[in-house]
């Protein structure tokens, strides 16, 4: 009896890890595909440039917010506007901010900390006089030439949130484990997009380079400490009938940090935020979308479904071991059969994903490294599992940073 009740465990474990596993690979095929033809104008260059405001929330980024402000104004356009919220900063941010010719709102609260209170700051800000579209990017960020443009006729064609391809690069002479690191992002942020825009499909958000009409975005529930507020505010979107869409046109680009330290954190509250969605938030919006017929949220659920790359591959080599082990000692072989199916989907997609995406971030035979980099991160997620990190904290860019 106990060994028939492990072996239903283990089939149902091996079936449920299928399903992302073969998202994942399905998203992977369709971005190989060429763009439909009557989808190419998906910069919306048709639709009128309304007024955009351009909103960025920073917390202590005095070294390098001028430049990406800088980015920033060049493509603004008469009746834009560039709005700083300087968050509970500690140095010159404000300062350093007004100087580059942006406007500042500053906001000091201890207790209410997070990226999602500084918006819902901007956004109040905004009110006395709305703009037709608010652009939210990153202090970190460097905002691609015509990317602004683009952007926000894409939401005036579409009247819905429009998201940016949001690339992060490894510093040049950056050793393996960040360009392991900047390939798995190239997956998750512009294959998986990619691949659901070949076919109409709406994409998450990722943070910055996004887009929203005024009348969304005003009402949007952003006043959140949350890890990943973008993840849940999709969602929330979605569920209104106004899920994003991509817009791999427009683009936008930050390094990762060149600290050890840094990138483990950075990548630690990312996945920490995406497992948490994914467990709480999943499945009440799974039940939306199938109670109020929604499909655009039932494929963003799906989207969600799928771990942080790394956690992936753990999780189904992890369970391939024990299904294997099972099938020794009990002769049932249906369990590791499904799971070693999902390891040759896993492996095909990531194969594809470098072959067409991949090459010039690592070489063939760095990615077959790759596993050493995985196996390396087994302490990370026992460390972020045991204790969460939910406060806004910079990232560490590199090893001689305050």
Not at 131 to 137: A, D, F, G, N, T
Not at 217 to 244: C, Q
Not at 257 to 277: C, F, K, L, M
Not at 378 to 392: D, I, M, N, Q, S
Request: aromatic residues 6%; glycine residues 8%.
């Amino acid at each position: 009896m106990l060994l028939e009740l492990l072996r239903w465990a283990l089939l149902l474990a091996s079936a449920a890890l299928m399903l992302p596993t073969a998202v994942l690979l399905a998203q992977v095929l369709m971005a190989l595909l060429p763009a439909r033809p009557e989808r190419r104008d998906t910069a919306g260059t048709g639709a009128p440039r309304l007024r955009t405001a351009v909103l960025v929330p920073a917390h202590n980024e005095a070294a390098g917010i001028a430049a990406a402000l800088q980015s920033m104004r060049k493509q603004l356009a008469p009746g834009d506007r560039l709005i700083v919220v300087a968050d509970n900063c500690s140095d010159a941010t404000a300062e350093v901010a007004r100087a580059a010719g942006a406007e500042v709102a500053e906001r000091s609260n201890l207790e209410l900390r997070g990226k999602g209170y500084a918006l819902d700051h901007g956004i109040r800000f905004l009110e006395a006089a709305p703009p037709e579209i608010v652009l939210i990017v990153d202090a970190d960020c460097e905002l691609h030439p015509g990317s602004l443009d683009r952007l926000a006729r894409r939401c005036a064609q579409t009247n819905r949130p429009v998201q940016a391809l949001d690339l992060m690069h490894a510093p040049a002479g950056a050793g393996l484990k960040i360009r392991i690191a900047a390939f798995a992002w190239a997956v998750k942020n512009h294959v998986r997009p990619l691949g659901n825009h070949r076919f109409g499909l709406p994409c998450p958000l990722m943070g910055t380079g996004m887009a929203f009409p005024w009348a969304l975005i005003r009402i949007a529930p952003l006043a959140s400490g949350h890890i990943v507020e973008d993840m849940r505010l999709g969602l929330d979107l979605a569920a209104i009938g106004a899920a994003p869409v991509f817009c791999p046109e427009a683009l936008v680009t930050s390094m990762f940090p060149t600290s050890a330290q840094g990138i483990d954190e950075q990548r630690a509250r990312w996945e920490q935020g995406h497992v948490g969605v994914m467990l709480t938030e999943g499945p009440r919006a799974l039940w939306r979308a199938l109670t109020q017929r929604r499909p655009a949220l039932a494929v963003m659920v799906l989207d969600l479904a799928v771990p942080p790359l790394t956690m992936l591959v753990l999780m189904l080599v992890g369970l391939t071991l024990v299904d294997g082990l099972f099938a020794a000692l009990s002769g049932s072989y249906l369990p590791v059969g499904l799971a070693v199916a999902s390891v040759g989907m896993l492996g095909s997609a990531v194969a594809l994903a470098w072959w067409r995406f991949g090459r010039e971030i690592v070489s063939a035979g760095e990615l077959l490294r790759a596993p050493v980099y995985v196996l390396a991160k087994l302490p990370l997620y026992a460390r972020f599992f045991k204790r969460g990190k939910r406060e806004w904290v910079r990232a560490e860019r590199s090893d001689g940073d305050e």
